[in-house]
C-alpha cells in the first residue's frame, strides 16, 4: 500500500541529506584552527635574542594603516619595526625635545628636520628591505624599520621567543647584530618537529657604540645609517 505520509524513497534520501548539510554547517562555524610554529632565539653564549625577526613566505592581506615609530626618552619605539611594502609610518616625537630622523638605507634614504611633538608627515617605504634609522642629534638613537614583503613575520620577545601562523618548511631569520650592514639574514630549515619548539642558535656582533663617520647638515652621525 502506498504510504502518502512517509514515502519510502523520501524517508531514505531526506535523512541522508539532512545529515550532510548539518555536518557542513557544524564544519564551517568551528574556528579554524591555523598552523602555527613557535621559535626560541638564542645568541652564541645561550642569551635569549630580542628582537629577532622571523619570516616566512605567505599570503599577507594588504595592510592600510599607519604603523608608528615613536621617539620616547631619546630612543626609538620599538627598536625594530616590521611593516609590509608600501606601508607608511609615522614618526612622532612622545620627547619634550627635539628629534632630527634620518636614513641613508638604500630601500628607503630619507630625513625629517627638527620637530617635537605630532609635526612630522608619514614616510612610505615602497622597497622591500632593512632601513636603519638615526637621529642627527642624538648619536645613542639607533632603530630598524624591517620591510616586509610576501613575508608571515614574528618579532622575537625578552625571551627570544616567537610564533609565526606558519607551517612553512624555510624560514629567515633576521637580527641587526648578524652583520656589520645590519642587512643580511640566516636561512633556517623547518626540523620536522611538529611538537617541540624551533631552537635557533645566532653568531652575533658584539654590540658596539656606533663609529662615526659621516656628515649630515653640519652635524655626524653613526655608519648605522649606511
Known amino acids: 500500500m502506498k504510504n502518502d505520509i512517509y514515502p519510502s524513497s523520501g524517508y ?3 535523512p541522508l541529506w539532512l545529515g550532510i548539510f548539518f555536518t557542513a554547517l557544524m564544519l564551517f562555524s568551528m574556528p579554524q584552527v591555523l598552523a602555527q610554529t613557535s621559535f626560541k632565539i638564542l645568541d652564541q653564549l645561550g642569551n635569549p635574542v630580542m628582537n629577532a625577526v622571523i619570516s616566512a613566505t605567505g599570503v599577507v592581506r594588504k595592510i592600510n594603516s599607519m604603523a608608528v615609530m615613536d621617539q620616547i626618552n631619546k630612543q626609538f619605539s620599538p627598536q625594530v ?3 609590509q611594502k608600501n606601508q607608511s609610518v609615522g614618526f612622532p616625537n612622545s620627547d619634550d625635545i627635539r628629534h632630527h630622523v634620518y636614513s641613508f638605507s638604500a630601500p628607503k634614504p630619507f630625513e625629517i628636520g627638527l620637530f617635537k611633538g605630532q609635526g612630522s ?6 622597497k622591500a628591505g632593512v632601513v636603519v634609522l638615526g ?4 648619536d645613542q638613537m639607533i632603530g630598524y ?3 616586509a614583503e610576501d613575508e608571515i613575520t614574528a618579532v622575537t620577545d625578552e625571551d627570544g621567543q616567537a610564533t609565526l601562523a606558519s607551517s612553512s618548511e624555510e624560514y629567515h631569520i633576521w ?3 648578524l652583520s656589520t650592514s645590519h642587512a643580511d639574514r640566516i636561512k633556517y630549515t623547518f626540523d620536522g618537529n611538529t611538537q617541540n619548539t624551533q631552537i635557533v642558535s645566532l653568531s652575533l656582533l658584539l654590540d658596539k ?13 653613526g655608519s648605522g645609517g649606511q
Open 81 to 83: 619595526l616590521v611593516i
Open 12 to 14: 531514505q534520501v531526506k
Open 145 to 147: 624599520i624591517y620591510i
Open 209 to 221: 657604540k656606533k663609529v662615526v663617520k659621516r656628515k649630515f647638515g653640519g652635524r655626524k652621525f
Open 135 to 138: 637621529c642627527n642629534i642624538h
Open 121 to 126: 608627515p608619514p614616510v612610505q617605504f615602497d
Open 175 to 177: 637580527h641587526p647584530r
